[in-house]
C-alpha cells in the first residue's frame, strides 16, 4: 500500500487529481491512519466536485492530527457547499491552534466577503489581520494574500 501510495503521489504532485482519485479511494482502508494520506485523498475529492465526501476524509484527518491545514481545507470545502457558518467555526478553531498565521485570517476575509454571508464589521477584522500581522517570513503568498485582500475591502 505505502509502494502504491508514493507512486500515487507522483501523479497526486503533478496536480493530476481527476486520474489518481480512484486509487486513493481503493487505498482508503489501508491507510486511513495517515492523516497524509487522507488529506492527499480529500485533496482529490475536493479538486474533483466531491466537495461532502472530501470533508468526510478531512473529519476523520482531524481527529488524527492537529494540523490546522486540515481545517483550512473543511472550511474551503464548506463554503464551497454554502455552509458559510461551518466554514468559519472551522476557520475560527484553526486561528486557535495557530493565531500568529495569516492564512486562516484571509480565509475568514474571504468567506465574510461571500454575498450570502457577508459581514461587515467581521470583514474589516479579518482584513485588518491580514494587512497587519507581522509574518515570520515575508514571501510572494503574503504579499498575494494582502493584495487580494485590498481588492475585496475595496470592493466592499
Known amino acids: 500500500a505505502y509502494k502504491r501510495w508514493g507512486r500515487m503521489q507522483m501523479i ?16 482508503h482502508d489501508k491507510l486511513k491512519h495517515k492523516p497524509e494520506f487522507l488529506f492527499e485523498e480529500a485533496q482529490c475529492l475536493s479538486k474533483t466536485g466531491q466537495h ?3 470533508i468526510r476524509v ?12 486540515i481545517r483550512y481545507m473543511i472550511a474551503k470545502n464548506r463554503q464551497t457547499l454554502g455552509d458559510y457558518r461551518e466554514a468559519e467555526e472551522e476557520l475560527l ?5 495557530l493565531p ?9 476575509a474571504k468567506l465574510y466577503a461571500e454575498p450570502e454571508f457577508y459581514q461587515v464589521d467581521k470583514l474589516r477584522a479579518a482584513a485588518g489581520a491580514v494587512l497587519t500581522k507581522e509574518p515570520k ?18 470592493k466592499k
Do not use: F
Not at 497526486?12 to 487505498?27: F, P, Q
Not at 478553531?93 to 491552534?97: E, L, N, R
Not at 500568529?100 to 475568514?108: G, V
Open 12 to 27: 497526486y504532485n503533478n496536480k493530476a487529481y481527476e486520474s489518481v482519485a480512484e486509487d486513493y479511494h481503493e487505498l
Open 52 to 54: 461532502a465526501e472530501a
Open 58 to 69: 478531512l473529519e476523520r484527518a482531524k481527529r488524527l492530527s492537529g494540523d490546522p491545514m
Open 93 to 97: 478553531q484553526a486561528i486557535g491552534i
Open 100 to 108: 500568529e498565521r495569516l492564512y486562516p485570517y484571509y480565509l475568514l
Open 137 to 154: 517570513v515575508e514571501s510572494t503568498a503574503i504579499r498575494e494574500m494582502r493584495e487580494e485582500v485590498k481588492k475585496i475591502i475595496e
